[in-house]
T-cell receptor
Framework: EAQVTQNPRYLITVTGKKLTVTCSQN?????MSWYRQDPGLGLRQIYY???????DKGDVPEGYKVSRKEKRNFPLILESPSPNQTSLYFC???????????????FGSGTRLTVV | AQTVTQSQPEMSVQEAETVTLSCTYD???????LFWYKQPPSRQMILVIR??????QNATENRFSVNFQKAAKSFSLKISDSQLGDTAMYFC?????????????FGKGTHLIIQP
């Protein structure tokens, strides 16, 4: 089944303790993105990647890092989490333009992160 | 930069009624795509319908259709014969065309409640 897999689905952590949220897709998609969803704000893009070793900042990148060492994986790293990073996080992927981009992004199931 | 505005934070209708969710956007791009995503309580992001800006014909997917007014930068979603399972958050989203991996710009969402 074609899908984007995120882990974990739920995570409670303490301020300052480094964590990684994993994201993997099995559709051979070039483009991958991370979003955070907060009540009343919709989804906002954190980072995106066009391909292996090519990443760029989205609208809210502060406090986050990403890496793209393999095409299928795009982990989100919080080096020193703070309570304002408590949120619902989504990973998403799609094919690059020219391969029917109108299909849009496929999303993972989300990771609910709480930082106390 | 582009913005997406959903002016209805919450709507409630009776089962079997028709409901229209509004979305307006602002962009200087001529090549772009518009999407409606559904997020039920399971929080999964589900693509409902998509529209290419270069197409004049409005997209339709079963009970879901859009009214795309490019000059007015309006992209409303109509749900016919609404069902209890349509209860969800609905997000309107914009994506630039071309070769970039910029991702999606979302509105803040409309919480749709279908009453039995």
């Amino acid at each position: 089944e074609a899908q984007v897999t995120q882990n974990p689905r739920y995570l409670i952590t303490v301020t300052g303790k480094k964590l990684t949220v994993t994201c993997s897709q099995n559709m051979n998609h070039e483009y991958m993105s991370w979003y955070r969803q907060d009540p009343g704000l919709g989804l906002r893009q954190i980072y995106y990647s066009m391909n292996v070793e090519v990443t760029d900042k989205g609208d809210v990148p502060e406090g986050y890092k990403v890496s793209r060492k393999e095409k299928r994986n795009f982990p989100l790293i919080l080096e020193s989490p703070s309570p304002n990073q408590t949120s619902l996080y989504f990973c998403a992927s799609r094919r690059r333009t020219g391969d029917n981009p109108s299909y849009g992004y496929t999303f993972g199931s989300g990771t609910r992160l709480t930082v106390v | 930069a582009q913005t997406v505005t959903q002016s209805q934070p919450e709507m409630s209708v009776q089962e079997a009624e028709t409901v229209t969710l509004s979305c307006t956007y602002d962009t200087s791009e001529n090549n772009y795509y518009l999407f409606w995503y559904k997020q039920p309580p399971s929080r999964q992001m589900i693509l409902v319908i998509r529209q290419e800006a270069y197409k004049q014909q409005n997209a339709t997917e079963n009970r879901f259709s859009v009214n795309f007014q490019k000059a007015a930068k309006s992209f409303s979603l109509k749900i016919s014969d609404s069902q209890l399972g349509d209860t969800a958050m609905y997000f309107c989203a914009f994506m630039k065309g071309g070769g970039g991996a910029d991702g999606l710009t979302f509105g803040k969402g409309t919480h749709l409640i279908i009453q039995p």
